[in-house]
């Protein structure tokens, strides 16, 4: 939470919601970082995989599901809005 009013993951958001530089968040780091990759959404495949994990606990998590849908499934950037508990 504290990377995104500023900085390289602020930045490369911002890229990924406007379509500028590619639709793939690995083009977005080529064209955007120098080098640099997004530790970010890394992590954020990470965790999404501990908590599918035996019992999936995704629903207990409502605001990073969506997020990592945003980010990795397709869904639409206007549903952060609708998430929920």
């Not at 490369?12 to 064209?31: L, Y």
């Not at 959404?41 to 908590?51: N, S």
């Amino acid at each position: 939470i504290t990377t995104c009013y500023g900085g390289r993951h602020r930045k490369c958001a911002e890229a990924f919601v406007t379509g500028e530089h590619g639709k793939s968040w690995d083009e977005i780091e080529k064209a955007l970082l120098n080098g640099q990759k997004l530790q970010g959404t890394i992590t954020a495949k990470d965790v999404m995989i501990c908590l599918k994990a035996g019992q999936d606990k995704s629903d207990d998590f409502p605001l990073f599901t969506t997020i990592h849908n945003i980010a990795f499934e397709g869904m639409k950037v206007e549903q952060i809005v609708h998430c929920h508990a």
